[in-house]
C-alpha cells in the first residue's frame, strides 16, 4: 500500500476565523498519510475561553493518516505567543513547541470522552481539528509564566525592585548587623537547653 501525500497549506490570519476552516474531509481521501498546515493569529483564539496570550504566531502541523478502519492524527504546534509573567506582570514573547496524537475511529454515535480517542458518526463526512490545535497550544503554555529576564536577573522592573525590599531578610545577615547581643529570659534560656 502507497502512502498518498497531499499538503493544504491554510492561512487563518484575516480579521476572523471560521471553524469550519478546520474541518478535514476524510472522505474523499485516499489511504495513506496527508499533512495540512495551518498558520494559527489570534483571531483563532475569539472562539476560545482563553485569555493567557495576546498574541500568537503558531504554526500547526497536522499529519493524517487515513486507514481502513481508522485515522491517526498527530499534531505538531511550533511558534511564539505573547504572554504576561506572573512575578513582573511584564510582557513577553514565549517560544512555544508541542506534540498531541489523536485516534479517530468511525462508531454508532459521537463520543469524546477521552483525550487520546475520538469516535466519530459513520454519517459524519469530516474531521474538525481546531479544539485540538488549541490543546496543543495551551498545554505547550507552562503553568506559572516567569519571563526570562526574572531568571537570569537582568529584568529592570519597579514591581521586582517593590518584591526586592518586601522580601523577608536572611536570618544570617541579621545577625551580623545586629552583633549585640540582647537580654534574654533565663526561663527560655533553660528550654533552649533541652534542644
Known amino acids: ?7 493544504n497549506f491554510i492561512s487563518l490570519n484575516y480579521k476572523t476565523v471560521e471553524l469550519k476552516d478546520f474541518n478535514i474531509p476524510f472522505e474523499g481521501l485516499k489511504l495513506g498519510v496527508h499533512l495540512f498546515s495551518y498558520n494559527i493569529s ?4 475569539e472562539h476560545f475561553d482563553f485569555d493567557r496570550c495576546h498574541s500568537v504566531c503558531v504554526q ?3 499529519k493524517f493518516t487515513k486507514k481502513e478502519r481508522l485515522f491517526e492524527l498527530q499534531f505538531e504546534v511550533s511558534g511564539n505567543v505573547d504572554v504576561t509573567c506572573d512575578v513582573s506582570l511584564e510582557e513577553f514573547n514565549l517560544p512555544i513547541n508541542n506534540t498531541l496524537d489523536l485516534v479517530v475511529k468511525l462508531g454508532q454515535t ?6 487520546e480517542i475520538l469516535i466519530l458518526s459513520s454519517t459524519d463526512h ?6 485540538y490545535i488549541y490543546e496543543a497550544i495551551v498545554m505547550a503554555i507552562p ?4 519571563h526570562p529576564g526574572v531568571i537570569d536577573g537582568s529584568l529592570e522592573s519597579e514591581i521586582l525592585d517593590r518584591l526586592d525590599n518586601l522580601s ?11 552583633a549585640t547581643p540582647k537580654e534574654t529570659d533565663p526561663r527560655w ?4 537547653d533541652l534542644l
Do not use: G, I, R
Open 1 to 7: 500500500m502507497q502512502a498518498h501525500l497531499w499538503v
Open 42 to 45: 489570534h483571531a483563532f483564539y
Open 60 to 62: 500547526a502541523d497536522v
Open 110 to 115: 459521537f463520543n469524546n470522552d477521552s483525550d
Open 126 to 131: 469530516y474531521v474538525n481539528v481546531a479544539q
Open 143 to 146: 503553568a506559572k509564566l516567569v
Open 168 to 178: 523577608p531578610k536572611d536570618s544570617n545577615t541579621l545577625k551580623d548587623e545586629d
Open 189 to 192: 534560656d533553660k528550654l533552649k
